[in-house]
């Protein structure tokens, strides 16, 4: 009796034994269940990089710049099926900016560090296979009315805010500017987006699906030389709340002309 409980104890050992063997292994080869990737916003003006304080060709105008900045938002991934997934908080502030005075705009300093930001990282992406990516430049209009609001990269300290637009404060959507030449003249030019209006949403199809667990990434392109695309900058020097249409103009370049998916994908 006692030989047989023992002999039924050491088969009772290795059932058990090979279940937790089994489960080991599922865990192990389980599948991922969600993912990360990269989104990056790769800053060009036409087949050049762009950078900071070149001159470049733009429509007949010789301009130099000083700063690109826009708020890439509201981040959707959509999935082979067409199901969406909207990133959380996604309020991202894309810049390429040399030391910026903020004078006259919602902060309590009046230096903001030279930066360079082209590329965004998501977490905890479900895992799929997904076929496009929609975002929107700007910030909406829940957010851009009440600046109290947080999320993500929100913030007035940033000098992407402005009191002077309407009467009311509210975010700058865009931001581009720097100097132009004209003969042996320079002058500053500064072409910025914002109000409700001028919120835009563009969807990238992407050629290829994009598995989230695999961690790869998507570039895109933005063409600077199309932000301006109808545009004579020598004439219009200024463009903001003030010259409504060109900065619908703008705001509109931006969503249908500027960004492309580009083919260097990671």
Request: glycine share 6%.
């Amino acid at each position: 009796m006692i030989k047989m409980k023992h002999i039924l104890s050491i088969a009772l050992f290795s059932l058990l034994f090979a279940s937790c063997s089994d489960d080991d292994s599922n865990e192990v080869i389980a599948p991922v269940a969600a993912g990360e990737f990269e989104l990056t916003l790769d800053t060009r003006v036409g087949s050049e990089d762009f950078a900071l304080n070149k001159d470049f060709s733009i429509g007949g105008q010789t301009l130099n710049f000083k700063k690109l900045r826009y708020w890439a938002s509201n981040v959707v991934l959509v999935d082979s099926k067409g199901a969406e997934y909207k990133v959380p908080d996604s309020y991202y502030l894309m810049e390429e900016v040399t030391d910026l005075n903020l004078s006259g705009t919602i902060n309590d300093s009046t230096l903001y560090p030279a930066k360079k930001r082209e590329t965004i990282k998501f977490r905890d992406i479900p895992a799929a296979e997904y076929k496009s990516i929609k975002f929107s430049i700007g910030v909406d209009a829940q957010h851009n009315d009440n600046l109290s609001l947080t999320g993500g990269e929100l913030s007035i300290a940033n000098g992407m805010s402005n009191i002077a637009w309407m009467w009311h404060s509210s975010y700058i959507f865009s931001s581009v500017g720097g100097t132009m030449k004209q003969g042996a003249t320079t002058k500053e030019f500064l072409a910025e987006t914002g109000l409700n209006a001028n919120y835009k949403t563009l969807t990238i199809d992407l050629p290829a699906a994009v598995n989230s667990a695999s961690t790869r990434g998507v570039t895109l392109n933005l063409d600077v030389t199309k932000i301006f695309d109808g545009i004579d900058v020598s004439q219009n020097p200024k463009i903001n709340a003030m010259t409504a249409a060109l900065m619908s103009t703008v705001a509109t370049n931006y969503a249908t002309k500027a960004i492309a998916f580009s083919k260097e994908n990671k």
